[in-house]
């Protein structure tokens, strides 16, 4: 579908990794732990190690969680568009196909402290 | 000889019809496509603009009269309420994030309204069409100033006020309503008329004003109050246009049918995520409250609305498709919109807070499906969390919805505990939605979507202010300790205390 | 416990709101200033429109004209919503009383046939270019930047269409609506009316909303309404025994001269700001005022015939004497 223009009205989008200064937007979803109440967006490096990411960004924004200690990043189950995917967490996001705008989702099963 | 005996009397209808399409002509010096030109470009056929049926007949010195009287009032008593301290009549402080949120979000909103309703009292080829959109036009513009006259004085008293101009344009929130009127006045003319003269006017102005100046007279607002009276005459007599407008628009070619369909749509679906707010308002900002969200989702949309849409299926139109969702989402939205808004407080000009027990057990027994299998334990949790001296800050920025730009709070219709997670990849670019009939909006018109300006992707583009925290802040004016975080410790609750005080112990000058 | 809230004196945390103290420094504000200073958007717009996407939703590219602040327009009125209606409620209620006053008096039957006549011919074609006026005004408040610059225009539009409609009741009042009727016909087919309604369909074909505004409001009504309501109605035509037609248009008359200075304070701000604006203001007079002096003079030689050229020529030589205060030199 295409919208209703009078004139050609162009596809410009204005979000495009070149914006980002050579970083990435990725966002970020525990299921099922709705003390967060929106996915988180951050902007990583698509060279960081995603393990380095994860200690250094997310595992402080999920603290407040009481099940948050007991996450181990080799054991989530990973989720993107809807699939399961296999990530490596000792290698960086590109090396994992990592792309600009990815949501990545996490399950942790058997952990639902506050949201069952 | 008396003329006067002579004349035959005119027909109301007929002096009507003098007064205003018999003014127009067709035009001859310019072709009438030059004079008119957004006027078919949406594919919306007009056979005869002269079977519009006026909605209203008003001439201009009837409006005049009527429009004087009301101001009249209504500036007297905003005048006695400024110079007789009228806000410290108010039940609570907490009261104010209400009014906060409005002046922010819905007052700039009118304005559009004003200007949306100008082009479409210019680009329309009907002259009574015309006449009814420009009386809009300027009653809009008298909701937008008489509002901000209204909340004026509470400016001078409390914070979150002082900057709803840099606000409008800056604060991710503020992107919700923003967007929504953007979205409908970059529409064409009939577009524009069908998504604020219709969906927004007439299916959902009633849940915003009805419960919300209810809500204002429970809480001894009568500033608010007063406006929100004030304006109610000309809400019905833009009502009546709506409808008026998209009765003619089917009336007038089966063609319109489809494109109106799926405007109607498009329009529930983003007058309902903006109107969401409200139902926050409602279920926890008035510390008198009314009634529910969710029961006046049940009188103004389900009751008031299904009938619209039996009304209207003789024209072959169904209920928006959004419709059972919306129903679904009802007992839930209040209560995911204040969690966030209390994690994200940091971020908000108006104050969050943790509801009282008193106010918890009011949630319970108005949700009593939803709220303490699934929310109460949360605020629990975060009453522990603060009571400890470890107050729960969510410092992450959200992901927005690439179409209606809420933060993607909302959970999966039939899974109240995961969040809805929706995307599309559009010419090598992905997106993210908050809801199945978001992104379908989107996937019917990227072109328009993909420009929107997503304040939480600005900020690390580094546009909003140059990057980091506190210079976003200085960006949108937001003063940092007063006018965001919790309302326990803040200088309105502060204030308000101790001039009530005075005030009830007589200790003032 | 008594609460007398009116007892107690607290100190205000600030003045107004951010935007009015950042233009006009820390003090209260007017409620002029509140209703109009920056309440249009103005930043992040969110799309383009999609009847021209190299468009901005508010685009002050939309006209030759440049300003560094919009704002920097003002109306000498301080017409708001609210005292804009007030102030026309007020004329509205002067205008009703001289109705009743003709018609209860049976005024107008007593002017002579060919007298009531030249009125009509005068004035009832003459609704069709107010709705002209009320369409370009709405283009402006449509289309133009800047709430200070915009909202005077839809008042404009309003009372364009509050003129359309006196002088309906004025033609009813005089004569019937066949009389409404014939001013139409007059106004689609007569030689006297082609030149105007010639200009009145051009500038509505125009989307620069500043070149709207000088070739409606300046230019044309500049000339037009001096002409036909002070000069012809209220002097020619009174002297003539048609006393009760300029009781029936002073709103009119006393609208044009009020307007006259809002108009004028705006061109004087445009011109002002830049030898630019000078120049596009000055290409629009040329281009529209000898076209206006063309369609106003068969009008006026309705009532003067021949004396129409010197009566022209006259307000060409005020409207210049205008313009001249106004900062606009050629
Ligand atoms: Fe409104
Ligand atoms: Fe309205
Ligand atoms: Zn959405």
Redesign the interface.
């Known amino acids: 579908m295409a919208v209703v223009a009078l004139k050609p009205y162009p596809l410009r989008p204005v979000d495009g990794i070149e914006h980002y200064h050579g970083d990435q937007l990725v966002y970020w979803s525990w299921d099922h732990h709705l003390m967060f109440a929106a996915p988180f967006i951050t902007c990583p490096s698509p060279s960081t190690r995603v393990v380095d990411f994860l200690e250094a960004t997310i595992r402080p924004l999920i603290a407040a969680d009481p099940d948050a200690d007991r996450v181990d990043w080799t054991c989530v189950e990973w989720i993107r568009d809807h699939e399961p995917i296999a990530i490596d967490v000792g290698k960086s996001f590109s090396e994992n196909g990592i792309g600009h705008k990815d949501l990545l989702r996490f399950r942790t099963p058997g952990m639902n402290t506050l949201c069952g | 000889m008396d003329m006067k005996v002579q004349k035959a009397k005119l027909g109301l209808k007929e002096k009507y019809r003098l007064m205003t399409r018999d003014l127009g002509w067709t035009p001859s010096y310019q072709p009438h496509e030059k004079l008119y030109p957004y006027a078919a470009y949406e594919g919306i056929v007009i056979h005869d603009w002269d079977k519009w049926e006026d909605p209203f007949r008003l001439t201009m010195d009837a409006y005049w009269k009527y429009q004087a009287e009301k101001d009249r009032k209504f500036y007297a008593i905003i005048d006695a309420h400024a110079q007789n301290n009228g806000h410290l009549n108010i039940t609570d402080a907490r009261y104010l994030s209400a009014l906060k949120i409005f002046l922010q979000a819905i007052s700039p909103g009118e304005y559009c309204a004003h200007k949306g309703f100008a082009r479409a009292g210019r680009e329309f080829p009907g002259v009574g069409t015309q006449v009814a959109c420009q009386m809009q036009s300027i009653d809009e513009l008298r909701h937008a100033q008489t509002q901000i006259h209204a909340l004026s004085s509470y400016n001078r008293y409390y914070d979150g006020f002082h900057a709803f101009i840099q606000m409008r344009d800056r604060m991710w929130y503020n992107s919700v309503p923003r967007s929504f009127f953007d979205d409908a006045m970059t529409g064409g003319p009939f577009e524009f008329m069908v998504a604020i003269g219709f969906s927004f006017e007439y299916v959902l102005t009633n849940l915003l004003f009805v419960p919300f100046m209810s809500g204002a007279a429970y809480n001894g607002d009568m500033a608010t109050v007063t406006f929100g009276f004030s304006a109610q005459s000309d809400e019905a007599r833009h009502m009546t246009l709506g409808l008026e407008c998209i009765k003619f628009i089917l009336e007038q070619d089966p063609a319109n049918l489809p494109i109106v369909q799926r405007w109607l749509d498009k329009w529930f679906w983003r007058g309902l995520r903006l109107l969401s707010l409200v139902g926050t308002m409602m279920d926890y900002m008035l510390p008198k409250r009314v009634m529910s969200w969710a029961e006046a989702w049940e009188i103004y949309a389900e009751d008031n609305g299904s009938a619209l849409f039996k009304d209207l299926a003789r024209y072959g139109i169904r209920p928006p498709k959004g419709w059972k969702d919306a129903a679904k989402a009802r007992d839930h939205i209040s209560h995911q919109f204040m969690l966030a808004f209390y994690q994200w407080s940091f971020g908000t000009a108006f104050h969050g807070w943790i509801p009282s027990e008193a106010d918890l057990d009011w949630l319970s027994s108005k949700y009593p499906e939803t709220f303490d299998r699934h929310y109460r334990p949360r605020w629990d949790y975060f009453k522990k969390l603060a009571d400890a001296g470890t107050q729960f800050r969510n410092v992450g920025l959200a992901k927005l919805c690439q179409c209606c730009q809420m933060p993607c709070v909302f959970t999966e219709p039939d899974d109240p505990t995961l969040l809805c997670h929706r995307e599309r990849v559009i010419d090598g670019h992905r997106y993210h939605f908050c809801s199945d009939h978001c992104r379908e909006i989107v996937e019917h018109e990227p072109e328009k979507y993909v420009q929107a300006w997503m304040p939480m992707n600005q900020l690390f583009q580094g546009t909003s202010g140059g990057g980091g925290i506190e210079n976003w802040m200085r960006w949108v004016n937001l003063v940092d300790g007063k006018d965001n975080g919790d309302f326990v410790g803040s200088r309105d609750q502060r204030n308000f205390a101790a001039w009530r005080g005075m005030a009830t112990s007589n200790n003032g000058t | 416990?008594?609460?007398?809230?009116?007892?107690?004196?607290?100190e205000?945390?600030?003045?107004?709101?951010?935007?009015l103290e950042q233009r006009f420094g820390a003090k209260p504000?007017s409620?002029y200033q509140?209703?109009s200073y920056?309440?249009?958007?103005?930043?992040?717009?969110?799309?383009?429109?999609?009847?021209?996407?190299?468009q901005q939703?508010?685009d002050p590219d939309l006209s030759r004209v440049r300003m560094r602040d919009w704002y920097a327009i003002k109306d000498p009125r301080q017409f708001?919503?609210?005292s804009y209606?007030?102030t026309?409620?007020r004329q509205?209620d002067t205008?009703?009383a001289n109705f009743a006053f003709v018609?209860s008096r049976?005024l107008?039957?007593l002017m002579p046939g060919e007298l009531t006549a030249q009125v009509l011919a005068l004035l009832m074609p003459l609704?069709?270019a107010?709705?002209g006026a009320?369409?370009n005004n709405?283009?402006i408040?449509?289309?133009g930047f800047g709430?200070t610059f915009?909202?005077p225009c839809?008042?404009q539009?309003?009372?364009q269409?509050?003129i359309?409609?006196?002088l309906?009741r004025l033609g009813?009042l005089l004569g019937?609506?066949e009389s409404?009727g014939a001013g139409?016909r007059a106004?689609?087919v007569d030689a006297t009316w082609q030149p105007l309604?010639?200009y009145t369909?051009?500038t509505?074909?125009l989307r620069d909303p500043v070149e709207v505004f000088v070739a409606q409001n300046l230019v044309l009504d500049g000339l037009l309404y001096p002409l036909v309501y002070e000069h012809l109605v209220d002097d020619v035509l009174s002297a003539r025994g048609a006393s009760c037609v300029a009781m029936l248009t002073q709103f009119m008359s006393e609208w044009g001269s009020e307007t006259r200075k809002w108009i004028d304070a705006v061109t004087k701000t445009l011109a002002a700001e830049s030898a630019d604006n000078r120049a596009a203001l000055c290409d629009w007079i040329d281009r529209w005022l000898p076209r206006a002096a063309l369609a106003v003079l068969p009008i006026v030689a309705i009532v003067l015939g021949d004396q129409a050229q010197s009566a022209v020529e006259d307000q060409m030589t005020d409207f210049a004497g205008r313009l001249g205060k106004a900062g606009v030199t050629r």
């Not at chain 3, 205000?12 to 935007?19: I, K, V």
């Open positions: 416990m008594q609460i007398d809230l009116r007892t107690v004196t607290i205000p945390q600030r003045h107004a709101y951010d935007h504000a409620r509140e209703a920056d309440i249009q958007a103005v930043e992040n717009l969110h799309y383009r429109p999609t009847w021209d996407p190299e939703l508010y708001y919503y609210s209606t007030l026309r409620a509205q205008a009703e018609e049976g107008s039957a609704r069709h107010a709705w009320n369409q709405t283009l408040c449509g289309y709430t915009t909202q839809m008042f539009a309003m009372d269409l509050g359309a409609q006196y309906s009813l019937d609506p409404l139409k106004w689609m309604r010639h369909e051009d509505m074909a």
